[in-house]
């Protein structure tokens, strides 16, 4: 779909910018931000792109268990 296209396009356009600079963000993309605990991430979704918290509680299920992995 033209969505689908979008949404491949602009990730595209961020691994670019990824490998190129070491930075994904680009002028006109959506900010992508730093990652660290508590921050906010990069969420793709039908909506688009946006730098939001993401309360999916899976996501504290992939943290506790990769944290468990680094003992």
Not at 62 to 70: G, V
Request: charged share 25%.
């Amino acid at each position: 779909t033209p969505a689908d296209r979008a949404v491949a396009r602009a990730m595209g356009d961020y691994w670019t910018n990824f490998a190129k600079a070491g930075d994904p963000n680009g002028a006109s993309l959506t900010r992508w931000p730093g990652a660290g605990a508590g921050d906010p991430m990069l969420l793709v979704d039908a909506a688009g792109f946006a730098a939001r918290h993401d309360d999916d509680p899976r996501l504290d299920s992939i943290t506790h268990a990769l944290a468990l992995q680094s003992r």
